[in-house]
């Protein structure tokens, strides 16, 4: 499967706990973005990094970072973890960053499902 | 503010009736508007966006700046259209072209 791919699947730790996902982009993609989707607040970006470098934030809290590395997968870290931050997290990329001109389609993985316990 | 709004959490509707899944936005720049589908256990996709101009499975949407919409149209659901919609915006300003999502409308084809 060359599309976004995310690990875990599922994901079930306590309150307090600090946890990583991981995406792999689409091969040849060098943008990342995350987005948590929780019912409440529905979809939401977090973070996106271009070839490894931070781009742009979201609503992404102080105990959530990422990085993109070398490979280009990235991975977000959540850290202090809270009954509150279960939701269901996306990694999408796209082929390139954003030029005033350029439509810029971005393709999701599946998804981590994080429940704090 | 950058917003989507989608105000039908849930759309019902029989097989062979026309859809409508409605989407307001703001944005204070020139809009570029998308709509993605989740079926049941598939992520996220494309399904189509508003400078293509194009048809996906019968489906169009049509940016109307004077009511800043951009609702999603098909003449004739089908049950295989049943799935959750989200339509997004990409939000260009001091960024890098994130998405900003609606809360998404279910619809639901019954036969």
């Known amino acids: 499967d060359s599309g976004v791919t995310q690990t875990p699947k599922h994901l079930i730790t306590a309150t307090g706990q600090r946890v990583t996902l991981r995406c792999s982009p689409r091969?040849?993609?060098?943008?990342v973005y995350w987005y948590q989707q929780s019912l409440d607040q529905g979809l939401q970006f977090l973070i996106q990094?271009?070839?490894?470098?931070?781009?742009a934030k979201g609503n992404i809290l102080e105990r959530f970072s990422a990085q993109q590395f070398p490979d280009l997968h990235s991975e977000l870290n959540l850290s202090s973890l809270e009954l509150g931050d279960s939701a269901l997290y996306f990694c999408?990329?796209?082929?390139?960053?954003?030029?005033?001109?350029?439509?810029?389609?971005?393709?999701f993985g599946p998804g981590t499902r994080l429940t704090v316990l | 503010a950058q917003r989507v709004t989608q105000p039908e959490k849930l759309l019902s509707v029989f097989k062979g009736a026309p859809v409508e899944l409605k989407c307001n936005y703001s944005y204070s720049g020139s809009p570029e508007l998308f709509w993605y589908v989740q079926y049941s256990r598939q992520r996220l996709q494309l399904l189509l966006r508003?400078?293509s101009r194009e048809s996906i499975k019968g489906f169009t949407a049509d940016l109307n700046k004077g009511e800043t919409s951009f609702h999603l149209k098909k003449p004739f659901a089908q049950e295989e259209d049943s799935a959750m919609y989200y339509c997004a915006l990409m939000n260009y300003g001091g960024s890098q072209g994130n998405l900003i999502f609606g809360k998404g409308t279910k619809l639901s084809v019954k036969p």
């Open positions: 508003h400078i």
């Open positions: 091969s040849g993609d060098l943008s």
């Open positions: 999408a990329s796209s082929p390139r960053s954003w030029t005033s001109s350029n439509y810029n389609e971005q393709f």
């Open positions: 990094y271009y070839n490894g470098e931070e781009r």
